[in-house]
Nanobody, 125 residues
Framework: VQLQASGGGLVQAGGSLRLSCAAS????????VAWFRQAPGKEREFVAV????????YYSDSTKGRFTISRDNARNMVDLQLSSLKVEDTAVYFC???????????????????WGQGTLVTVSS
């Protein structure tokens, strides 16, 4: 599967942004698709995931209640709605996919074999 992330930009603190991850390839519904982010000088951090074959969702503690992940299997798309943005949300956001990631490992980037190119989100104060 190939992934392409889009939707990043500059937004003020407290604002909202919607990121999209478009996927090509077969059996998209069987893939778990996650969003990760990486700020300058920091490690890649798990943000949220929607699991394949069911679509259950999970979030990091820092984004729960502010971000919403959703998927449209008919369109091979996964969106991430970012709300109540904070300056510390500034990062490059990546979407990633895997058919084999298990629940206990959803937060680890090494368990995802397919990655999009990243889209930059900048939150100003």
């Amino acid at each position: 599967v190939q992934l392409q992330a889009s939707g990043g930009g500059l937004v003020q603190a407290g604002g909202s942004l919607r990121l999209s991850c478009a996927a090509s390839g077969r059996a998209f519904r069987t893939y778990s698709v996650a969003w990760f982010r990486q700020a300058p000088g920091k490690e890649r951090e798990f943000v949220a995931v929607t699991r394949g074959s069911g679509g259950s969702t999970y979030y990091s503690d820092s984004t729960k209640g502010r971000f919403t992940i959703s998927r449209d299997n008919a369109r091979n798309m996964v969106d991430l709605q970012l709300s109540s943005l904070k300056v510390e949300d500034t990062a490059v956001y990546f979407c990633a996919a895997s058919q084999r990631v298990i629940l206990s490992s959803i937060g680890f980037a090494t368990n995802y074999g397919y990655w999009g190119q990243g889209t930059l989100v900048t939150v100003s104060s």
